[in-house]
């Protein structure tokens, strides 16, 4: 039998860039004089843009700043349109323009968000460090940097931005769920599990946490308990492949074979260019001295680029 190598998957909730940061907004009294056109299409932009009506949105805020070129507030947010538009080059041209006007954190932290989209991770950390030289307490600013670092690798900086965003906003569940996988990421795995048990703790439905900490208990050989925290995210989630491979894999150190095999047949079911699911449920066939079933399976991880499967298939016809 060839060397064992089962691959969990852990997931971080970093998802740099994925929302630009409107600042809670006050409407501006308007007189019905007309001499605050620029606030009547401000405020008419605001009410688009919260209905998701981002074209007119557009239109508002932009008919605010011809009525008003240092409306810093309407460059913002049409820089936040923009991004929910996902032009994303147009979204920085406006937080360029509104920090010309004053220099805000929420213009450099939604900048940063706009950068990270478009694939430029070092601008993105430039400015979430410069939210936080602004307002020292920016728990976003810290979370997303911290991301970034856990992106390259830098799980110490990771622990500590995540740990800065935790103290500035202490029901911070995404931070406590991202710093327990840098602490896995560093082998501490007792500081992994206490970490994800508190971002499950603020969040109940947080299906990811209870994957990660599923994870962590695998790590640490408690295969039962890895088991439940699986069950426990597929049942918030039953769309969940990672967990579904995962609990095959605990499966698998249970000696049930046969339903380690059930498990990557439903990670496949969901996503059929999972290739590490397609890897361990040929691990799992072995046992079942399915050899053919076996090679079939690796021969097609190693086609969906998991490059661990390659070496399984040296003994298959």
């Given at each position: 039998m060839k060397k064992v190598i089962f691959t969990l998957f852990a997931a971080i909730?970093?998802?740099?860039?994925?929302?630009?940061?409107?600042?809670?907004i006050v409407k501006a009294k308007v007189l019905d004089d007309g001499s605050q056109d620029a606030e009547k299409f401000y405020n008419a932009g605001i009410s688009a843009f919260a209905a998701k009506n981002f074209q007119s949105a557009l239109t508002n805020f932009s008919d605010a700043i011809g009525k008003?070129?240092?409306?810093?507030?309407?460059w913002y947010n049409r820089g936040t349109t923009k991004f929910e538009m996902k032009d994303y080059n147009g979204a920085i041209a406006d937080f360029d323009?509104?920090?010309?006007?004053?220099?805000?954190?929420?213009?450099?932290?939604?900048?940063?968000?706009?950068?990270?989209?478009m694939g430029n991770k070092a601008g993105a950390a430039e400015d979430y460090t410069k939210t936080i030289e602004v307002k020292s307490d920016y728990a976003q600013a810290y979370y997303y940097r911290g991301g970034i670092k856990f992106e390259n690798g830098d799980y110490k900086g990771a622990i500590e931005d995540f740990s800065a965003a935790i103290k500035a906003k202490p029901d911070y569940a995404y931070a406590y769920n991202d710093r327990g996988s840098a602490k896995r990421m560093l082998d501490d795995i007792d500081g992994a599990i206490s970490d994800y048990s508190e971002a499950i703790r603020i969040q109940k439905d947080y299906y990811i946490?209870?994957?990660?900490?599923?994870?962590?208990k695998f790590d640490a050989g408690d295969y039962a308990g890895a088991i439940e925290d699986f069950n426990k995210a597929i049942s918030l989630k039953p769309d969940y492949a990672f967990a579904y491979n995962n609990r095959a894999s605990?499966?698998?150190?249970?000696?049930?074979y046969k339903g380690s095999v059930e498990d990557c047949n439903k990670a496949i079911q969901l996503n059929a260019s999972y290739g590490y699911a397609y890897m361990n449920r040929g691990i799992a066939k072995e046992m079942l001295r399915d050899d053919a079933g076996a090679c079939a399976d690796w021969k097609k991880a190693a086609e969906l680029g998991a490059e661990t499967a390659k070496n399984y298939t040296g003994d298959c016809k």
């Open positions: 909730s970093f998802f740099g860039g994925a929302t630009a940061q409107t600042d809670s008003k070129a240092d409306f810093e507030r309407a323009k509104a920090l010309s006007i004053v220099q805000s954190p929420d213009s450099y932290f939604s900048r940063g968000q706009a950068k990270y989209a946490a209870y994957n990660n900490r599923g994870s962590a605990a499966k698998f150190k249970q000696k049930d």
